[in-house]
Nanobody, 116 residues
Framework: QVKVVESGGGLVQPGGSLKLSCAAS????????MGWYRQAPGKERELVAV???????NVADSVKGRFSISRDNAENTVYLQMTDLKPEDTAVYYC??????????WGQGTQVTVSS
Protein backbone atom coordinates (compact mmCIF):
# COMPACT_ATOMS: atom_id res chain seq x y z
CA GLN A 1 0.00 0.00 0.00
CA VAL A 2 1.19 3.51 -0.80
CA LYS A 3 0.24 6.83 0.77
CA VAL A 4 0.71 10.05 -1.17
CA VAL A 5 0.64 13.47 0.50
CA GLU A 6 0.96 16.84 -1.21
CA SER A 7 1.87 20.17 0.37
CA GLY A 8 2.84 23.69 -0.60
CA GLY A 9 -0.27 25.12 -2.22
CA GLY A 10 -1.61 28.57 -1.50
CA LEU A 11 -2.52 31.98 -2.83
CA VAL A 12 0.00 33.78 -5.02
CA GLN A 13 -0.10 36.87 -7.22
CA PRO A 14 0.27 36.63 -11.00
CA GLY A 15 3.94 36.37 -11.90
CA GLY A 16 4.77 34.80 -8.58
CA SER A 17 6.29 31.43 -7.72
CA LEU A 18 5.30 28.45 -5.66
CA LYS A 19 6.84 25.05 -4.96
CA LEU A 20 4.74 21.98 -4.34
CA SER A 21 5.98 18.85 -2.62
CA CYS A 22 4.68 15.30 -2.77
CA ALA A 23 5.86 12.55 -0.47
CA ALA A 24 5.09 8.89 -1.04
CA SER A 25 5.35 6.32 1.71
CA UNK A 26 4.77 2.59 2.01
CA UNK A 27 5.80 0.02 -0.59
CA UNK A 28 7.91 2.37 -2.70
CA UNK A 29 10.07 1.43 -5.67
CA UNK A 30 12.61 3.85 -7.08
CA UNK A 31 11.75 2.97 -10.67
CA UNK A 32 8.20 4.23 -10.50
CA UNK A 33 6.33 7.10 -12.02
CA MET A 34 5.51 10.16 -9.95
CA GLY A 35 3.97 13.29 -11.25
CA TRP A 36 1.58 16.19 -11.00
CA TYR A 37 -1.87 16.72 -12.41
CA ARG A 38 -4.32 19.57 -11.91
CA GLN A 39 -8.03 20.13 -12.09
CA ALA A 40 -9.64 23.52 -12.44
CA PRO A 41 -13.34 24.11 -11.65
CA GLY A 42 -15.53 22.72 -14.40
CA LYS A 43 -12.61 21.13 -16.22
CA GLU A 44 -11.15 17.66 -16.46
CA ARG A 45 -8.00 16.68 -14.64
CA GLU A 46 -4.94 17.24 -16.81
CA LEU A 47 -1.29 16.26 -16.76
CA VAL A 48 1.14 18.94 -15.62
CA ALA A 49 4.46 17.14 -15.32
CA VAL A 50 5.44 13.51 -14.80
CA UNK A 51 8.76 11.87 -14.01
CA UNK A 52 8.75 8.30 -15.31
CA UNK A 53 11.40 7.17 -12.84
CA UNK A 54 13.66 5.74 -15.53
CA UNK A 55 14.46 8.86 -17.53
CA UNK A 56 11.68 10.41 -19.60
CA UNK A 57 9.96 13.47 -18.19
CA ASN A 58 6.71 14.70 -19.67
CA VAL A 59 5.69 18.34 -19.23
CA ALA A 60 2.49 19.91 -20.53
CA ASP A 61 2.96 22.51 -23.25
CA SER A 62 0.93 25.01 -21.24
CA VAL A 63 3.54 25.09 -18.47
CA LYS A 64 6.79 24.43 -20.36
CA GLY A 65 9.42 26.98 -19.49
CA ARG A 66 7.54 27.97 -16.31
CA PHE A 67 7.15 24.76 -14.32
CA SER A 68 9.78 22.13 -13.59
CA ILE A 69 9.59 18.76 -11.88
CA SER A 70 12.33 17.28 -9.74
CA ARG A 71 12.70 14.22 -7.62
CA ASP A 72 14.50 13.08 -4.48
CA ASN A 73 14.52 9.29 -4.58
CA ALA A 74 16.12 9.04 -1.15
CA GLU A 75 13.10 10.84 0.31
CA ASN A 76 10.53 9.37 -2.11
CA THR A 77 9.53 12.93 -2.87
CA VAL A 78 8.73 14.78 -6.05
CA TYR A 79 8.57 18.55 -6.38
CA LEU A 80 6.87 20.96 -8.75
CA GLN A 81 8.56 24.33 -9.01
CA MET A 82 6.13 26.81 -10.52
CA THR A 83 7.24 30.23 -11.74
CA ASP A 84 5.57 33.07 -13.63
CA LEU A 85 2.22 31.84 -12.41
CA LYS A 86 -0.90 32.92 -14.29
CA PRO A 87 -4.56 33.04 -13.22
CA GLU A 88 -5.24 30.10 -15.53
CA ASP A 89 -2.89 27.98 -13.39
CA THR A 90 -5.46 28.15 -10.61
CA ALA A 91 -6.52 24.60 -9.81
CA VAL A 92 -6.29 21.78 -7.33
CA TYR A 93 -2.96 20.09 -7.91
CA TYR A 94 -2.76 16.34 -7.38
CA CYS A 95 0.22 14.06 -7.05
CA UNK A 96 0.11 10.59 -8.57
CA UNK A 97 2.35 7.63 -7.84
CA UNK A 98 2.25 4.58 -10.10
CA UNK A 99 3.83 1.39 -8.80
CA UNK A 100 5.62 -1.29 -10.80
CA UNK A 101 2.34 -3.17 -11.26
CA UNK A 102 0.70 -0.11 -12.78
CA UNK A 103 -1.48 0.66 -9.78
CA UNK A 104 -2.05 4.39 -9.30
CA UNK A 105 -2.20 6.17 -5.97
CA TRP A 106 -3.40 9.75 -5.68
CA GLY A 107 -2.91 12.37 -3.04
CA GLN A 108 -5.74 14.44 -1.62
CA GLY A 109 -4.76 17.50 -3.64
CA THR A 110 -3.52 20.96 -2.77
CA GLN A 111 -5.17 24.20 -3.89
CA VAL A 112 -3.19 26.73 -5.91
CA THR A 113 -4.87 30.08 -6.48
CA VAL A 114 -3.29 32.75 -8.66
CA SER A 115 -4.97 36.07 -8.14
CA SER A 116 -4.21 39.71 -7.47
Amino acid sequence: QVKVVESGGGLVQPGGSLKLSCAASGSIFVISSMGWYRQAPGKERELVAVDSGYGPINVADSVKGRFSISRDNAENTVYLQMTDLKPEDTAVYYCKYVDVKGLAYWGQGTQVTVSS
